[in-house]
């Protein structure tokens, strides 16, 4: 068993070795930043302990209770769709790549002062990154996903106590279990406010397993979610099949519209499924084949957006709802449209019974334009 284990971890170490050679990226605010960057605000809450270290704000360890910071981002002139132009040290470069502005801790009142001088018509993005993320790559991904896909909303960050190691990736599932009481009172505190109209979720990877039990305790505490939870994205779902049904049904009939982004051809998931005994992670189905594919068409109300073999910046499969500079937009113009209208070829999309099943492949480049 030991040897098994012990290989298992070797291979996903050499599935992403291209990630290994990046230093971690910090945030110590730059002085200045170059004609045409483009600049996104975050407000960063956090379960995490903080750091003494220079530019990293938090470290990977459990804090007590709930701080917040707001994080002024700055993306280089020549930022490509789909990338992150990760700090190369701790004094980034900010004509070529991505950079902090200013990080300012925020008590709660000012946290949602902040959310009142956003451009953003009441609208709430949350964004739960998935295992291995430190803080400062948390927030430039959601940055980076803000500014690409064009969504009109402010970005919250929720971000948990991850190590950002690749060996740690049961303390981490740990982490996102200590942090499930957290976001669902960061939820309860957003969809009280009178100031939040609509508030959309995305998570990633095993981000979404948190955010299916917050959302799972704050049904079964209210009787139902509310109705301002009007969207929920689960890009690559790092979820067993047979939890995540289980969490479905005790969210209830009365839920906000579910999308899904899966990619057959995730390798991290394929060993993840590995890991836990060979179950079926959610994000790695192919929902044109049998069993899914009934299951999804018998659904209400459900997208699924299938990514094998989209080309990415990076070439991540497990990263591609980001990367891909055709997915991100994809959702931004979804997401930014009332009535639910993509720009999508009809050929690509499936649709029984309220479902939808969007099969995108490489050279779709016309979405969003």
């Known amino acids: 068993m030991m040897v098994c284990t012990r290989t298992v971890w070797l291979v996903f170490a050499l599935l992403v070795a291209g990630c290994a050679g990046r230093p971690p990226a910090l945030l110590t605010p730059i002085a200045e930043t170059p004609d045409g960057a483009a600049q996104v605000d975050v407000l960063a809450i956090s379960t995490r ?20 910071h707001v994080v002024n981002v700055s993306i280089p002139p020549s ?14 470069k900010p004509a070529k790549e991505f950079a902090a502005i200013s990080v300012v801790p925020a008590e709660p009142d000012e946290a949602w002062a902040w959310f009142d001088s956003q451009e953003s018509a009441g609208r709430l993005l949350i964004f739960v990154h998935g295992y291995r993320v430190r803080f400062a790559d948390a927030v430039f991904r959601l940055s980076q996903i803000v500014h690409d896909s064009g969504i009109k909303a402010a970005p919250v960050l929720f971000t948990w106590p991850s190590r ?13 279990n200590f942090s499930r009481d957290a976001l669902e009172l960061v939820i309860a ?31 079964i505490r209210n009787g139902a979610l509310s109705p301002k939870i009007r969207d929920v994205i689960l890009a ?21 519209h579910f999308s899904f982004i899966v990619s057959s051809d995730d390798r991290a998931l394929g060993i993840s ?13 192919n929902p044109l084949e049998e069993p899914h594919k009934s299951r999804i068409e018998e659904a209400k109300d459900i997208t699924v957006v299938d990514l094998s073999n989209l080309d990415s910046t990076s070439g991540s499969s497990h990263s591609r709802f980001a990367e ?8 931004g113009a979804t997401l930014n449209d009332a009535k639910r209208e993509t720009q999508t070829p009809p050929s690509l999309i499936s649709q029984h019974a309220g479902s939808v099943i969007m099969s995108l492949g490489a050279g779709i480049a016309q979405i969003g334009k």
Do not use: C
């Open 273 to 285: 499924k590995l890991l836990a005994g060979g179950r079926h992670r959610l994000g790695a189905i």
């Open 236 to 256: 690559s779902p790092d979820l067993d099949l047979d939890v995540f049904d289980q969490q479905m049904t005790a969210i209830g009939e009365k839920r906000p």
């Open 79 to 92: 930022h490509e769709l789909g990338a992150v132009e990760w700090p190369s040290s701790k004094n980034p």
């Open 164 to 176: 950002g190691e690749l060996l740690s990736y049961f303390y981490d599932r740990e982490s996102a």
């Open 189 to 219: 505190e957003a969809v009280a406010r009178d100031s939040v109209s609509e508030i959309v979720i995305l998570a990633h990877s095993m981000g979404s397993w948190l955010t299916m039990e917050a959302l799972r305790q704050t049904s």
């Open 49 to 68: 302990a903080q750091s003494d270290l220079e530019g990293e704000i938090y470290s990977g360890e459990r804090g007590q209770g709930l701080s917040a």
């Open 324 to 331: 891909s500079k055709d997915a991100v937009t994809l959702m």
